[in-house]
């Protein structure tokens, strides 16, 4: 396995401005250490997934999807594939209407459009920059909290079960096999399932299996290889899974 390369983030104590930001190009295997900020923290991902553990949870940003992590958070990001992503940085002052706990986001169109016009970073003056900035925040408290899009849990049995699969997502056991595999019941793994994922076995398995699905694609694997590395018989089933869980096709949602 590739060693984890470590990234450290700039060493401010203080922001230098109220609201800050920074694109960042992330290689394989990449992370940050333990980290708590002052101040608020918005991340959204241009490509690849980005990966969040804070709180007991894990958050993941496939691309144009974003997290939101709130002053004195505990944190630990990073990313199994390259990905590019922005954190953008919000005085403690200025984030009374967002959450108060780490959370993911739908981003609304026009804050989408306003990230693009960032990742060029290319401004006439400060000011001009300062106003975009400004915006955007404003346009962030409109964006919905979605669940975690890929919701972990601290149950013992289920956590391992869960690392399993992230390891091997082309695992095609049924749940009942699986629990028995690591000592459940298949109605306990059912009901673990309910109350710490918010979701089905099945519906986890379908959107880890996008998320591994979607850095695949961005590295221009073809539909039919990622349909076989991820255990299925057919492309034609990968894309109806894939379609269901992201609400396009690979090739339109890649292209968007």
Known sequence: MQPPHLRQPPGHVTLPAPIWFRV???PDNGTYPFMRHPWGEFVYSYSGVTELRTGGQVLLAPPHMAFWIPAGADQVGYNRKATVHVSIYIDQSL???MPDVPVSLRVTPLLRAMLDRLELASFDDTAQQARLLRVMVDEMERCPVTQSFLPDSDEPALKRLLAALHDTPSDRRSTATLARSFGLSERTL???????????????RNRQRA????AMLQEDVSVETIALDLGYATASAFIAMFKGIMGDSPARYVGR
Do not use: F
């Open 24 to 26: 960042e190009a992330m």
């Open 190 to 204: 059912l009901r673990l399932c309910k109350r710490d994922l918010g979701m089905s076995l099945t519906e986890w």
């Open 95 to 97: 984030c009374a209407e």
């Open 211 to 214: 998320v591994r699905a979607i």
